[in-house]
């Protein structure tokens, strides 16, 4: 907590949380009744069921366009090679 009434939670795991707030007066005593606020944390994009199957297609293509890379690279030797 800072003097501009913010507070900053880091590495916290996707989720739902309860954040439990409670005022206070210079004097360190409570003034009022703690208030609850309900926080869903959802997950990093990058983390998605989505995202792993655009991964997995994109390290598809990937092998794929190589492969065919290679094959074209080839064939023309071979064709040479199959013609005398």
């Known amino acids: ?3 501009n009434n913010t ?3 880091t590495n916290l795991d996707p989720g739902k949380y309860t954040l439990l707030v409670k005022a206070g007066n210079p004097g360190g005593e409570s003034t009022t009744e703690a208030a609850t606020m309900p926080v869903c944390i959802k997950l990093l994009f990058w983390m998605t069921g989505y995202a792993y199957v655009f991964y997995v297609l994109v390290a598809v293509f990937i092998f794929w ?3 065919h890379r290679g094959i074209g690279r080839l064939q023309p030797k071979f064709a040479a ?3 005398f």
Do not use: L
């Open 1 to 3: 907590m800072g003097a």
């Open 7 to 9: 507070a900053v939670f």
């Open 65 to 67: 366009s190589v492969r």
């Open 81 to 83: 090679e199959s013609y």
